[in-house]
């Protein structure tokens, strides 16, 4: 399984270019977005380049409007509270 983990946009450009996440994204079999608003471009927009029938994830406490996105799952906790259920919840998926 794929997963490409977005830690935050600094660790993104220090270790890659916004090319090579996407392409990472593209690749993914599961994406999991934690804690950000999702409204910082480009790396807001890595989101929707994530292949069709694959599960998104998103988590954070407060999370905003999110225009319509397929299969999005959006978890409004704190990550501390869901990444271990999120863990839970991939394992059954993927095995």
Known sequence: ???FYWISIRAIYA???IERAAQMTMAADVFVVVG???A?????GLIDLVPTNN????I?????H???VQN?????????EEIGLLAAQLKVMFG
Not at 55 to 58: A, D, E, K, S, Y
Not at 60 to 64: A, G, L, R, V
């Open 40 to 44: 910082v471009y480009p790396a807001a």
């Open 72 to 80: 999005l799952i959006t978890i409004e906790k704190p990550a501390t």
């Open 1 to 3: 399984m794929k997963v």
């Open 36 to 38: 950000t608003s999702l």
């Open 66 to 68: 999110i225009r319509p």
């Open 60 to 64: 954070d406490k407060n999370i905003p």
């Open 15 to 17: 270790k890659f270019t």
């Open 55 to 58: 599960p998104r994830f998103v």
